[in-house]
């Protein structure tokens, strides 16, 4: 009996994602959509209106702090949605009810935009939902991927990152706009209207969707395993860890997960940085573009408008890494781990705050006649490219290196970098001295020192095995 050559030569078909993931990016960038539209107008509204009380001079200030303080809650809150999710609901219950304080707290912001208590209590709802199911949406994707097909992952992420920024592109270059041409309860108010669609794509996927079944109450959880071992300590043997002390009340298991959960966190604190930095496209920079030249072509840009140059570059680069770049690098024996593609990105990112020290040096020179607002595509340019090095790879990390019990958790405790970064950067904001070029080239050095840090912890680093 003969055979075709030609047909055993032939590469078989690369499977087809699984039928439910359209449901799941549908929802993602919807709520996307609706999280950056009211982030992206949040600095704006506050100095031009709900601040009107303050003294001009220090309106800038307490947006910055609102600002700040809003995406902390909203980078903090993942730890509680992902112990939910792992604990007691599972990731698609959580993400579903959580999602109701999602559109709750985006109804109160359009009902109460004129008012300061009710509108503060909308950002708080709105930084609970976006918050509770960050977590869960990143590892919930990866849930529906067998194991045999875990390979597909990162292009997945990369992807899964692509319709987040196509969502945020859109918000970013409409809700602004709005806000001027309708006012604040109507460019409010069309957010929360995606949040209700996002909900209901979400809702409509139910019968597909792979969901791993929550742990339920943990005596051997993590906090347990750590309070254990800490009592423990002076009672081990030279070289053994400290977290073996535990072993006497907690399997190995348990032990195992809490090292795991350690060794990534320690990973983790590199990026904190690099979010103080990147979330400051929403405060500094927004309020570096006020200072500039806005008119293009007849049209007068929104301050805020800008921020959309960094999801429209995110959709351009993503894919040129994913299918240009890496590729080609891996053909040339250069293959970047996780570790080494965040660490690059960090170095990338220290360019854009250099960028901006040098643009805020032209404004000072000659505030009359300031640069044109688009003298600020170098900075977001260096600025996403860090992002696509180290935001896209730490989802991808995160989930990979979690143990599968944890993993909403450890994606939370991928998001905590991002609260802790702007923590960072409201506390700074406060005591730093230096102000103009002075500011942004305190940081450049800031994510310069934390890069050179994190190559270091990333040369040490073993993964885990897949």
């Known amino acids: ?243 073996e002390l535990a072993r006497d009340q907690h399997p190995a298991e348990a032990v195992d997960g809490a090292r795991a959960v350690l060794r990534i966190g320690g990973v983790f604190a590199g990026a904190a940085v690099f979010w103080a930095l990147f979330d400051q496209k929403g405060s500094s920079w927004t309020l570096q573009a006020k200072t500039m030249g806005l008119a293009a072509g007849g049209w007068t840009l929104d301050p805020g408008q800008l921020q959309a140059l960094n999801p429209l570059l995110v959709l351009l680069l993503v894919p040129l890494f994913t299918w240009a770049i890496f590729p080609a690098l891996a053909r040339r024996g250069v293959a970047l781990t996780p570790l080494g593609k965040m660490s690059t990105g960090m170095f990338i990112t220290v360019g854009s705050f250099a960028a901006a020290a040098i643009l805020q040096s032209a404004i000072d020179a000659d505030p009359i006649h300031p640069p044109h607002v688009l003298w600020q595509l170098p900075q977001y340019l260096f600025l996403t490219v860090g992002e696509v090095l180290v935001s896209v790879t730490g989802l991808e990390f995160a989930y990979t290196q979690a143990p599968r019990s944890m993993r909403s958790t450890i994606m939370s405790v991928w998001f905590l970098t991002m609260a802790t970064g702007n923590l960072f950067t409201a506390v700074v904001s406060k005591v730093l001295t230096a102000s103009g070029a002075g500011y942004f080239w305190f940081f450049a050095g800031l994510m310069l020192a934390a890069a050179l840090a994190f190559r270091q912890v990333a040369r040490r680093y073993r993964p885990a095995a897949a």
């Open 1 to 243: 009996m003969s055979t075709n050559p030609t047909r055993a030569a032939t590469p078989p078909e690369p499977a087809p994602i699984p039928r439910q993931i359209p449901y799941i990016i549908g929802n993602e960038g919807c709520e996307r959509f609706s999280f950056y539209g009211m982030r992206n107008i949040l600095t704006v509204f506050l100095v031009s209106s709900l601040l009107q009380y303050l003294p001009e001079a220090d309106r800038a200030g307490a947006a910055k702090d609102v600002f700040h303080t809003f995406v902390i809650g909203v980078y903090f809150f993942p730890l509680l949605g992902g112990w939910i999710a792992d604990r007691f609901l599972g990731r698609y219950r959580t993400i579903l009810y959580v999602s109701f304080f999602y559109v709750a707290g985006h109804a109160t912001l359009a009902l109460f935009a004129d008012q300061r208590t009710g509108f503060l209590l909308g950002l708080g709802l709105v930084a609970l939902g976006a918050g509770g199911i960050k977590p869960c949406v990143s590892a919930f994707v990866g849930d529906q991927f067998a194991p045999e097909r875990k390979d597909q992952l990162e292009r997945m992420y990369g992807w899964f990152y692509w319709i987040i920024n196509l969502g945020s592109l859109t918000a970013k270059a409409l809700i602004p706009k709005l806000l001027g041409w309708r006012g604040p309860a109507v460019a409010f108010a069309l957010p929360g209207l995606l949040m209700v669609i996002a909900t209901a794509i979400f809702f409509a996927g139910r019968r597909g969707y792979v969901a791993s079944p929550p742990s339920g109450p943990a005596p051997h959880g993590f906090l347990r395993v750590v309070v254990r071992a800490l009592r423990r300590l002076g009672t081990g043997h030279p070289g053994q860890h400290w977290l």
